[in-house]
């Protein structure tokens, strides 16, 4: 069944997630190098974002919940170990993993070229799209158009790269730290636009109905679960948990419990 979230609760979400990561950035133990070792471990240590709702949010206890934590659980439990899951950030995510934070990460990080050349990618899990989107007054029909406005992203997102890329010289992009301050500019009115993923969007619709729409579509993005190179055997475990997830119906019925619709066609890039 899909769980509406107001963007209240999206605010009070990323404040309790702030105070998570804060208090386990320097208690997450090292993570391990290989299949075996996550399982002689007793765990599997998952970094996850926990300011991106649906996908990760903090339920009522505090603790991560969301489409990425019920995968991640469902993970844990197809090789054996418990979840440890820890709580990151856009910008920390691939630090985490490379410095040996986290073992792995379900942290809707979406499969780019770019990243792949720091990260290894299993098969996608997920799928969504970015769009740039904001008031119904502002008029934007192709990129050029966005020098007229300001618009806002998160810093360091695929939102971030997607609209850097196509917005014209002197396009007032502003950075914020979280989709969650971005979309509070365009409430307040300190920007005219956000580049933002769709199921933000659907958030924004239950608190501002009709003042908003969609003006085009940047990019169609599918997540990938990233593990550190080399880690052959390890990827091949994860591929062979979501093959089992797709395979069964289990995937696409957590897609649907959090999104309210059946999950997208996934292709890896």
């Not at 996850?48 to 990425?68: C, H, K, R, S, W």
């Not at 993970?75 to 993993?97: E, M, S, Y």
Request: hydrophobic letters at 45%; glycine letters at 8%; a positive charge.
């Amino acid at each position: 069944m899909y769980r509406p979230l107001c963007f209240q609760y999206f605010r009070r979400a990323l404040a309790i997630g702030a105070v998570l990561i804060a208090g386990l950035a320097a208690t997450v133990p090292a993570a391990a190098q290989s299949l075996d070792e996550i399982k002689k471990k007793g765990q599997v240590t998952i970094g996850m974002l926990v300011d991106f709702p649906p996908f990760g949010i903090t339920n009522a206890e505090g603790q991560p919940d969301g489409y990425d934590a019920d995968i991640a659980k469902a993970l844990a439990k197809h090789l054996g170990v418990k979840a440890n899951i820890v709580p990151v950030t856009g910008p920390n995510r691939i630090p985490f993993l490379l410095t040996g934070k986290v073992d792995m990460l379900v942290a809707s990080l979406a499969i780019t070229p770019e990243r792949a050349k720091q990260v290894t990618f299993s098969d996608p899990y997920a799928g969504i799209r970015i769009v740039v989107y904001g008031k119904k007054a502002v008029s934007v029909k192709e990129p050029a158009d966005l020098k007229n406005f300001a618009i806002g992203v998160a810093r360091a997102s695929t939102q971030d790269v997607s609209v850097t890329a196509v917005a014209p010289q002197g396009t007032q992009i502003r950075r914020f730290d979280d989709d969650a301050s971005a979309v509070q500019a365009l409430l307040s009115g300190q920007v005219d636009l956000i580049g933002v993923a769709t199921n933000v969007v659907a958030e924004i619709e239950k608190v501002a109905p009709g003042q908003f729409d969609s003006k085009m579509t940047l990019r169609e993005q599918v997540h990938g679960i990233a593990l550190r190179p080399g880690q052959d055997e390890l990827l091949g475990a994860v591929n062979a948990f979501l093959a089992e997830q797709k395979a069964s119906g289990a995937l696409n019925a957590t897609y649907k419990k959090w999104l309210g619709t059946d999950a997208p066609e996934m292709k890896k890039p």
